[in-house]
């Protein structure tokens, strides 16, 4: 039986890289393209630090049932 050539055998496209952006600066059509290409990116400083409080506050309902 002959030898793999590993490096052709798994020779597979590179995962696009995850862009970072600062939400100060960024547009919609960047972050939008960025998520077509590697299917989500970074977005940083999108919420004030006195929100996160808040948010991190508010239920989990994802799974359960709401009335």
Do not use: W, Y
Not at 49 to 64: C, R
Request: aromatic content about 2%; proline content about 4%.
């Amino acid at each position: 039986m002959e030898a793999c050539d590993t490096q052709t055998t798994l020779n597979m496209p590179s995962t696009p890289q995850v862009q970072v952006f600062q939400a100060a600066t960024v547009t919609i059509d960047q972050v939008v393209d960025a998520i077509k290409i590697a299917g989500a990116c970074i977005l940083r400083n999108a919420v004030a630090i006195e929100h996160i409080d808040e948010i991190e506050q508010v239920p989990q309902h994802i799974g359960k049932n709401i009335d």
